[in-house]
């Protein structure tokens, strides 16, 4: 299927690589870039069409490479620049993208820039980072804390001041009020797109200008105990500040400098902020990350409404986009259970808006419990107990029965699910009705199918644990009915007016089989009918 009017990004299916767990090729027990090549057959047999690979640049790895101590290399633990051209090169030649992680709101505390800014008060790069002087009582400048726990300010005794941290204190956040700070990551972007990747997904693209008076945060009244300290603040002042738009629409121009590029940007936010990226006439990020399907409550009426509120806030002409799964929350098969986790990935890869899977998801990777002395992970270590640990869903790829899932021939950096034995990529190509048939069977029908990536969407009104929605492309309409629950339900002629071909179900077993006037929809499935 071809369609003139629409770029790759909207009309692919993209996939996002850990590249520490995909696969190793050297023996260290951490995946590294040769390991992805020698995978992109795999990826073609999935049927994706682009990937995008957390942070491959050398960092201390205090936060697995969100902690960045160069932005133009290839961390040797990754490999080399080298390896990554080749890698760009293969994969273009399979027909897929490669999108790379831009972590501009901080860099590693040693990053040259830091070590510069840090020497002394009047160095020229002490601006390009936030230093605050102490309060009178020698406490940090406001009350914001980090997100990994504790406050957001670090104290740096040779220069007498604070400097802020919205993360670890080994990720000092730059000052992107500071335009030679913004000019030397447009120069950054600049680099890889040269090198031909296909775009960015930017890292905490919210969080990237700070009030400017520096104001406390307000206390947030709704805070549940159990939940992480830092939310017991609205962080009213440290993220979302209106100026953002312009950062957002200054990274795209930089983006449209090149051809064919996307600006994805990650935003944790209500809709109704998180659309405002798309920036003011879609000037802004082309794919602004909707992640309400991590947290949504799994049930047909809580996902109908989001769906509608979604479709309500996007602006004209915006693209959507849905994520079911990334490296900071629990996996999909945790979330929903295995069962619903077939309903999920119907739902995903038939929803309006470009879909993005997480590595193993496919195969219905588990979040594999972590005993205590082997969590790496350094949100789970500053805030143990309360169940914020990433560790769990980044564990190496599960591709066959052998020592360490074919991952690793040393030990792995994280253990791996106990199931890999059984639940691997080589024994579940081999089941016909395995989750991982099932995705290809999804991707492939989505690619064949216009209704599926060009189609409007409506929902159909429905009750209890039945999710159902048509989209329609030029005259022709799809049905989909997902049934959230375990029990069968009975589908009458208030959803499906018209008979229809049954095009696939989450079962995998009725395929080309027509239904008349309703139809019975089994616990836990999910069907595509094409209406006649
Ligand atoms: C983003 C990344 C997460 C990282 C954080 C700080 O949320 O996805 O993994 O820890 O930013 O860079």
Same mark, same amino acid.
């Given at each position: 299927?071809?369609?003139?009017?629409?770029?790759?990004?909207?009309?692919?299916?993209?996939?996002?690589?850990?590249?520490?767990?995909?696969?190793?090729?050297?023996?260290?027990?951490?995946?590294?870039? $040769?390991?992805?090549?020698?995978?992109?057959?795999?990826?073609?047999?999935?049927?994706?069409?682009?990937?995008?690979?957390?942070?491959?640049?050398?960092?201390?790895?205090?936060?697995?490479?969100?902690?960045?101590?160069?932005?133009?290399?290839?961390?040797?633990?990754?490999?080399?620049?080298?390896?990554?051209?080749?890698?760009?090169?293969?994969?273009?030649?399979?027909?897929?993208?490669?999108?790379?992680? !831009?972590?501009?709101?901080?860099?590693?505390?040693?990053?040259?820039?830091?070590?510069?800014?840090?020497?002394?008060?009047?160095?020229?790069?002490?601006?390009?980072?936030?230093?605050?002087?102490?309060?009178?009582?020698?406490?940090?400048?406001?009350?914001?804390?980090?997100?990994?726990?504790?406050?957001?300010?670090?104290?740096?005794?040779?220069?007498?001041?604070?400097?802020?941290?919205?993360?670890?204190?080994?990720?000092?956040?730059?000052?992107?009020?500071?335009?030679?700070?913004?000019?030397?990551?447009?120069?950054?972007?600049?680099?890889?797109?040269?090198?031909?990747?296909?775009?960015?997904?930017?890292?905490?693209?919210?969080?990237?200008?700070?009030?400017?008076?520096?104001?406390?945060?307000?206390?947030?009244?709704?805070?549940?105990?159990?939940?992480?300290?830092?939310?017991?603040?609205?962080?009213?002042?440290?993220?979302?500040?209106?100026?953002?738009?312009?950062?957002?629409?200054?990274?795209?121009?930089?983006?449209?400098?090149?051809?064919?590029?996307?600006?994805?940007?990650?935003?944790?936010?209500?809709?109704?902020?998180? *659309?405002?990226?798309?920036?003011?006439?879609? $000037?802004?990020?082309?794919?602004?990350?909707?992640?309400?399907?991590?947290?949504?409550?799994?049930?047909?009426?809580?996902?109908?409404?989001?769906?509608?509120?979604?479709?309500?806030?996007?602006?004209?002409?915006?693209?959507?986009?849905?994520?079911?799964?990334?490296?900071?929350?629990?996996?999909?098969? $945790?979330?929903?259970?295995?069962?619903?986790?077939?309903?999920?990935?119907?739902?995903?890869?038939?929803?309006?808006?470009?879909?993005?899977?997480?590595?193993?998801?496919?195969?219905?990777?588990?979040? *594999?419990?972590?005993?205590?002395?082997?969590?790496?992970?350094?949100?789970?270590?500053?805030?143990?107990?309360?169940?914020?640990?990433?560790?769990?869903?980044?564990?190496?790829?599960?591709?066959?029965?052998?020592?360490?899932?074919?991952?690793?021939?040393?030990?792995?950096? #994280?253990?791996?699910?106990?199931?890999?034995?059984?639940?691997?990529?080589?024994?579940?190509?081999?089941?016909?009705?395995? *989750?991982?048939?099932?995705?290809?069977? #999804?991707?492939? !029908?989505?690619?064949?199918?216009?209704?599926?990536?060009?189609?409007?969407?409506?929902?159909?009104?429905?009750?209890?644990?039945?999710?159902?929605?048509?989209?329609?492309?030029?005259?022709?309409?799809?049905?989909?009915?997902?049934?959230?629950?375990?029990?069968?339900?009975?589908?009458?002629?208030?959803?499906?007016?018209?008979?229809?071909?049954?095009?696939?179900?989450?079962?995998?077993?009725?395929?080309?089989?027509?239904?008349?006037?309703? #139809?019975?929809?089994?616990?836990?499935?999910?069907?595509?009918?094409?209406?006649?």
């Amino acid at each position: 299927m071809k369609h003139a009017a629409i770029s790759w990004w909207q009309e692919g299916i993209l996939y996002q690589i850990y590249p520490r767990s995909f696969q190793d090729s050297n023996g260290d027990g951490i995946g590294d870039i $040769s390991g992805i090549i020698s995978r992109l057959p795999y990826l073609r047999y999935l049927g994706i069409d682009a990937i995008w690979l957390s942070p491959i640049f050398p960092s201390p790895m205090a936060d697995f490479g969100y902690d960045i101590s160069n932005y133009l290399g290839v961390d040797p633990i990754f490999g080399t620049l080298d390896d990554f051209d080749t890698l760009v090169a293969a994969a273009h030649a399979s027909n897929l993208k490669v999108i790379l992680d !831009l972590v501009p709101n901080h860099t590693s505390d040693q990053h040259p820039w830091f070590i510069e800014s840090r020497s002394s008060r009047d160095n020229p790069k002490r601006d390009w980072y936030l230093w605050r002087e102490p309060r009178a009582d020698g406490t940090a400048p406001n009350n914001w804390m980090s997100e990994f726990g504790g406050s957001a300010w670090s104290y740096d005794a040779g220069a007498t001041q604070y400097y802020y941290h919205a993360f670890l204190r080994e990720q000092s956040d730059l000052n992107w009020r500071n335009p030679a700070v913004r000019q030397a990551i447009y120069d950054v972007m600049r680099f890889w797109l040269q090198r031909g990747i296909d775009g960015f997904r930017v890292d905490v693209l919210w969080h990237l200008i700070k009030d400017s008076e520096f104001r406390d945060n307000p206390p947030n009244s709704n805070f549940l105990p159990g939940r992480p300290p830092h939310e017991a603040l609205l962080p009213l002042y440290s993220t979302d500040r209106p100026e953002m738009l312009d950062v957002v629409t200054e990274m795209r121009r930089v983006v449209d400098e090149f051809s064919d590029r996307v600006l994805i940007g990650e935003i944790y936010l209500p809709v109704d902020r998180l *659309v405002a990226y798309y920036g003011k006439d879609l $000037s802004g990020a082309h794919l602004p990350f909707n992640f309400a399907l991590l947290s949504v409550p799994w049930n047909a009426r809580a996902i109908a409404m989001l769906i509608d509120d979604y479709e309500r806030a996007l602006p004209a002409a915006a693209w959507p986009n849905w994520v079911l799964g990334n490296h900071d929350r629990p996996r999909v098969a $945790s979330r929903v259970g295995h069962a619903q986790a077939r309903v999920a990935a119907m739902l995903l890869l038939t929803l309006r808006g470009t879909p993005t899977l997480y590595y193993g998801d496919e195969i219905g990777m588990q979040q *594999v419990a972590i005993a205590q002395d082997q969590v790496r992970d350094p949100f789970e270590k500053n805030v143990p107990g309360i169940g914020v640990g990433r560790d769990g869903c980044r564990t190496p790829m599960q591709w066959n029965g052998e020592a360490h899932g074919g991952f690793t021939t040393g030990e792995p950096w #994280l253990p791996l699910a106990d199931d890999y034995a059984c639940e691997n990529v080589a024994s579940l190509s081999a089941d016909t009705r395995s *989750v991982l048939n099932l995705y290809r069977a #999804l991707i492939e !029908l989505r690619k064949a199918t216009p209704e599926l990536v060009t189609g409007s969407y409506a929902p159909v009104a429905a009750t209890g644990d039945l999710l159902a929605y048509r989209r329609e492309y030029e005259g022709n309409t799809l049905l989909i009915v997902l049934n959230l629950g375990a029990d069968p339900i009975s589908i009458g002629s208030d959803v499906m007016a018209f008979p229809g071909e049954i095009l696939l179900s989450t079962n995998l077993d009725l395929t080309g089989e027509t239904a008349c006037g309703g #139809l019975d929809l089994g616990g836990n499935e999910g069907l595509i009918i094409r209406l006649r």
